[in-house]
């Protein structure tokens, strides 16, 4: 690879008299010479994805045509104070999604994200939670459910609505659901939610390829066998947790900071250095445990906790054989063994990784090595654990702090459209082998676009969860988005910012991977075709064009217009709700 990416230097640098210019006293950066290069390459790359993509029958609807499906806009107004008869009411659901055969090691399923990873057997767990929520005001029930997996796409979050809808149904429940926002934690070491294992990959191609035969039907990429029970347990947990609904005290805290980096200087304050960026120096994101305790007025009933923060989970070898929820978890794992039910909301992480290796508390660092001293097996889960334990830990000491949220819930959703380029996320889509929601678009590059969804969450007064569809910059919504003195195109970012509109004095929060899983999310002027990150990170790129620019996260994205698209929707809702 790296010979084939020479001689493609070699052969767009004939062609190209400009390489790498810093910039400097404000300048614009400039990156014509590898703008050159890459979009040379690029548009071979995108004529071949064009040609393929061209291969498939699709039946997808006209923009215009489109007609939305189990999909919920929130409460009918918003409320400023609580309503005479406030009073919360939670209700905790749990499942399991694993299958009997991996348990017992008679099939082999692949992990999330890794294509040719595959598990044979099972180490933890791998499932769904689910949190219902009301604030008693007559304006509905507002549901949470986190699914462990790397994501689960729009079209099978309606799919999980409908069956849970139907189940209460079938019940005999009336239901009052106003929201059902659907989180993936993110894990890489569990079974494939979405569909990206090789084989699989390449025998759905070919079916799908000649699906436009009578006897042949498009099919999905993700296991059917798995798939079945990924929609049976998270419309279970949903069940559970609407009929179980009760009433008590909603409280709120925050944990010590997170987010310290002596590497890049970031949050020098924080007391422990567990989250960092890996795509920007700067601060900008959410470097604290934020948590949400429900304390039910029966003694007898177990609290919950649902706690969001953005990392991602991948502290387990990809090699693994057994599978593994990852950290989250392990801090579910310790919560549950003080008697607290909870649930892991993954945040804004698509460059926040964490650093399992920085755990010192010496307790849990002894409690880990006695349960690897008992069973060898869990040397391999280790840092799993120690991260996992030490969260649940520094969140039971946080719970000092809690205050209590007034019994106020306001939630609008709403639908979005997220433009199409070609790439690996528009061949997925398009080819029917991922599970989201495509239209047909002429105003898109690639002439379709994803319907995907944005949400805005009050919980009291004082403190906002925005619903975002893929891996979001946090930087986009807290600030700090690079500007043209850094970026790849050379240009700003010119949209405000959503904490901003929204405030100061309020917390905001990002539930990330929510209600779809449409890729990374990045800024519109520091975007730059997947291909630059190859070209860049080699010897000859960065003595040509100087210390490479990470792009990465480029490789499964919509395109250059998911930020702005996803953002400027956020903000319409930041501005009128606010």
């Known amino acids: 690879m790296k010979k084939i990416i020479a001689v493609i230097l070699a052969v767009t ?220 347990g998270a419309s279970d947990a949903i069940v559970e947790a609407y009929t179980s609904m009760e009433p008590g005290t909603l409280y709120y805290f925050e944990t010590e900071g997170i987010g310290r980096s002596e590497r890049n200087n970031n949050y020098m304050d924080d007391k422990y250095g567990y989250i960092f960026n890996k795509r920007y120096d700067m601060e900008g994101y959410q470097h604290v445990i934020a948590c949400f305790k429900f304390v039910p007025d029966n003694k007898e009933s177990a609290p919950t906790v649902f706690a969001n923060v953005g990392g991602h989970p991948t502290t387990i070898n990809r090699e693994t054989k057994l599978l593994s929820a990852d950290y989250p978890n392990y801090t579910e794992y310790k919560m549950n063994a003080e008697g607290i039910n909870f649930m892991f909301i993954q945040g804004a992480q ?19 090595a006695k349960e690897i001293e008992a069973d060898p097996v869990t040397e391999d889960y280790e840092q799993a654990k120690k991260l996992g334990y030490e969260f649940a830990r520094i969140i039971l000491e946080a719970e000092e702090n809690a205050k209590p949220v ?43 676009s994803l319907i995907t969804e944005v949400g805005y969450l009050e919980f009291g007064t004082d403190i906002v969860m925005l619903t975002v569809p893929g891996e979001l910059i946090p930087q986009l919504v807290y600030g700090n988005v690079v500007d043209k003195t850094q970026s790849y195109t050379g240009t700003d970012w010119n949209y405000e910012y959503t904490a901003d509109i929204i405030g100061e004095g309020k917390t905001v929060l990002v539930m990330g991977l929510c209600n779809d899983a449409i890729g990374y999310i990045v800024p519109d002027n520091d975007y730059a075709p997947f291909i630059a990150d190859s070209l860049w990170n080699t010897d000859m790129g960065e003595k040509l064009w100087g210390e490479p620019q990470r792009h990465y996260e480029e490789m499964l994205s919509a395109g250059s217009e998911a930020g702005s698209s996803v953002m400027s929707e956020l903000n319409a809702l930041a501005k009128e709700y606010n």
């Open 350 to 368: 698509s460059p926040i990784s964490v650093n399992a290796g920085g755990v010192e508390t010496e307790e849990i660092l002894d409690e880990v």
């Open 406 to 448: 007034e019994p106020v819930l306001n939630v609008k959703m709403k639908e979005i459209v997220v433009p199409l380029e070609y790439g690996l996320m528009e061949l997925g889509a398009v080819s029917g082998l991922l599970g989201q929601t495509v239209v047909r678009d002429k105003s898109a590059q690639a002439g379709y």
């Open 13 to 232: 640098l004939a062609f190209s008299g400009t390489v790498f210019a810093a910039a400097s006293d404000g300048e614009a950066m400039d990156n014509s010479g590898i703008m050159f290069c890459t979009n040379a390459i690029n548009g071979i790359l995108n004529a071949v994805f064009k040609g393929f993509g061209a291969l498939f029958p699709k039946d997808f609807a006209d923009i215009e045509d489109y007609e939305t499906e189990n999909f919920y806009e929130g409460t009918e107004n918003f409320i400023d104070a609580p309503a005479e008869n406030a009073k919360w009411y939670l209700g905790f659901g749990k499942a399991s999604m694993v299958p009997e055969n991996l348990k017992d090691g008679s099939k082999e399923y692949y992990t999330g994200g890794y294509f040719t990873q595959k598990i044979n057997g099972v180490y933890d767990d791998q499932g769904a939670n689910a949190v219902a929520l009301t604030d008693n005001s007559g304006r509905g029930t507002v549901v949470m459910v986190a699914v462990d997996g790397i994501g689960v796409c729009n079209a099978d979050v309606r799919t999980i609505r409908a069956e849970a809808e139907k189940k209460l149904a079938d019940m005999g429940v009336e239901s009052d659901i106003v929201a059902i926002n659907i989180n993936s934690t993110h894990c890489h070491t569990v079974i494939d939610t979405q569909g990206f294992g090789l084989e699989p990959l390449i025998k759905t191609v070919f079916q799908n390829l000649f699906s436009f035969l009578p006897f042949i039907e498009k099919t999905r990429s993700i296991d059917p066998e798995f798939y079945e029970l990924m929609i049976d």
